[in-house]
Nanobody, 115 residues
């Protein structure tokens, strides 16, 4: 049973913005570090952004300056604000703990960027 449920994806034109979210069935604070990952067709799963328990963040170079990870403790949710989307951002996005744990993988959410 998935512990994270992703939502909010869809289609966007290059340069547009989307926000995706994932809801946790556990207290987001006790989960520790959380992260967003993505997997494009025919590729492995990459780490996109990490939110540490200190509040500091890590972003992969290919999204640095465009994406922002945040959490809403009251809603046990983690968000990823994606700005200036590019076709290379097309992928299925997942959230999970960091490092990821197998039992927390959800179905992911599709984000497609095209003109």
């Amino acid at each position: 049973q998935a512990e994270f449920v992703e939502s909010g994806g869809g289609w966007a034109q290059p340069g547009a913005s989307l926000r995706i979210s994932c809801a946790s069935t556990e207290n987001i604070v006790t989960l520790g570090q959380v992260a967003w990952y993505r997997q494009a067709p025919g590729t492995g799963r990459d780490t996109v952004a990490v939110l540490r328990t200190t509040g500091s963040t890590y972003y992969a170079p290919f999204v640095e300056g465009r994406f922002t990870i945040s959490k809403d403790a009251a809603k046990n949710a983690v968000h990823l604000q994606m700005n200036n989307l590019q076709p290379d951002d097309t992928a299925v996005y997942f959230c999970n703990k960091f490092p990821p744990r197998e039992r927390y993988w959800g179905q992911g959410i599709q984000v497609t960027v095209s003109s």
